[in-house]
């Protein structure tokens, strides 16, 4: 599976999503740091990326509709530290691998994860 990390998530995160075997970039490695989230939305879908975020608002699907994009995995962690981060990525990462995120919404919260679409 491929991933683009939002800016609010750091390169080692990606290096995380890699080291569990998949194909991973956050926006700061591409040179998109500062990109608006419309930027970072349209690049994830040319570049056919599954994007993950901690931010709320791409998992409003009437702005950001998942459908006929490669999906979005939102990350709802608190606190939101560097080590949470990582843990919930180790965890939600192989679980998400095992499904199509074609056109869907995945919110991964510390206990599960729900998938709409």
């Known amino acids: 599976m491929k991933f683009l990390l939002d800016e609010n998530l750091s390169p080692l995160h990606a290096e995380t999503v890699r080291e569990s075997g998949h194909d991973a970039v956050s926006v700061v490695e591409i040179g998109l740091s500062g990109a ?6 349209r690049v994830a879908s040319e570049q056919d990326r599954v ?3 901690l931010d709320a608002d791409f998992a409003n699907v009437l702005r950001y509709p ?3 994009t490669p999906g979005v995995v939102r990350l709802r962690v608190h606190p939101a ?3 949470a981060i990582d843990e919930m990525l180790r965890r939600a990462i192989p679980r998400i691998a095992e499904i199509s995120m074609d056109g869907k ?13």
């Not at 608006?36 to 939305?41: I, L, R």
């Open 36 to 41: 608006d989230d419309q930027e970072v939305w």
């Open 51 to 53: 994007l993950l975020t």
């Open 66 to 68: 998942p459908a006929n």
């Open 81 to 83: 530290i560097e080590e």
């Open 105 to 117: 919404l995945a919110v991964v919260d510390e206990r599960r994860i729900r998938i709409r679409g």
